[in-house]
């Protein structure tokens, strides 16, 4: 329950959180993917910045080639013991992704996979916990990517990803600090299972099974 988002626009997400530099460029999208660039906020020499990175971290041992598994999606519970996460982690490089909702999927009796558009009742712009490596490739190439933090699902995306019960780490605005400058064990502290009663999911085309199509239509409830 990690494979897809909406992206605001890019006065939306700086409204939302205030970068102190803003290095990114970026546009609303309906339909993003791993292993595209992506905007994020990090702290730098203590200030924030909103950059853009690869979603689907490269950790800095690789050498900018990505690892054989998926990391679109960190779980919670292996920060501190993947190999590739462990370093990102101890190392406090976190980042926020500015999302205005994702998909997630219901597997049918029937077998088929309906998606559904989740997003927050009053908030149309928030931020998902995420990690950042940066791995340099032989050619001298820089790349900074990124990984969702996955929590254990709330009785509402339980409900709906019944094959899988994990969820995004939708943070609340008063941590946005925690999690960007806070110490490891007080990040962590942050990452929990959003209050389902602040949040709305319906289902949605399955145009969105196909990472092609980029319109508002993607969002619009179907019946």
Known sequence: MCDRYVLPDQIAAEREFLPTQAWWKFTAKFNVAA???VPAIRVHGGQTEGM???WGLIPSWAEGQPVEHPTACAEIDRLERSNVY???????QR????VSGFYAWQLTRAHYRQ???VRLINRSVFGLAAVWDRSVGGDDDVIESCSVIRVP???????????DARMPAILRRRDYDT?????PVEAKAALQPYNPAWMQAYAVSPRINSTEPDDAGLITPVH
């Open 35 to 37: 292993q595209q660039y």
């Open 52 to 54: 853009m990175m690869r």
């Open 86 to 92: 462990r370093m990102p982690w101890l190392s406090s």
């Open 95 to 98: 980042c926020i992704l500015p």
């Open 115 to 117: 998606p559904y558009f």
């Open 153 to 163: 699902a709330n009785d509402l995306l339980a409900d709906i990803a019944n094959s």
């Open 179 to 183: 999690w960007l400058r806070g110490t």
